[in-house]
Nanobody, 128 residues
Framework: QVQLVESGGGLVQAGGSLRLSCAAS????????MGWFRQAPGKEREFVAV????????YYADSVKGSFTISRDNVKNTVYLQMNSLKPEDTDVYYC?????????????????????WGQGTQVTVSS
């Protein structure tokens, strides 16, 4: 089992920045990738970004490229999502997820079934 705890959400004005953190504990040695997703009420969960745990390579949704940056600290078992130039449409609950599955193609990690464990989510609200 892997436990994931997100933090760092909150209220920010449009154009502002936030950094989300996701601390992993438990069987983290089996983690191959960690990702961020977001979801608004009544909508499907949307992929944001993923990072391969060992290699550090990243893959982003087109909607956040250039604005969001995913990174990880292997020692702290923590993944981060730096969000800059935030817009009201970025308002969502943000979830981190851990994958213990190995895929050769980055885009596979943009799909929810690629992940085995999920955090409880953290609310991000961007005011106009």
């Amino acid at each position: 089992q892997v436990q994931l705890v997100e933090s760092g959400g909150g209220l920010v004005q449009a154009g502002g920045s936030l950094r989300l953190s996701c601390a992993a504990s438990g069987r983290t040695f089996s983690t191959y990738a960690m990702g961020w997703f977001r979801q608004a009420p009544g909508k499907e969960r949307e992929f944001v970004a993923v990072i391969r745990w060992s290699a550090g390579s990243t893959y982003y949704a087109d909607s956040v490229k250039g604005s969001f940056t995913i990174s990880r600290d292997n020692v702290k078992n923590t993944v981060y999502l730096q969000m800059n130039s935030l817009k009201p449409e970025d308002t969502d609950v943000y979830y981190c997820a851990s994958s213990q599955q190995i895929f050769g193609i980055d885009s596979v990690y943009s799909r929810s079934p690629a992940y085995d464990y999920w955090g409880q989510g953290t609310q991000v609200t961007v005011s106009s």
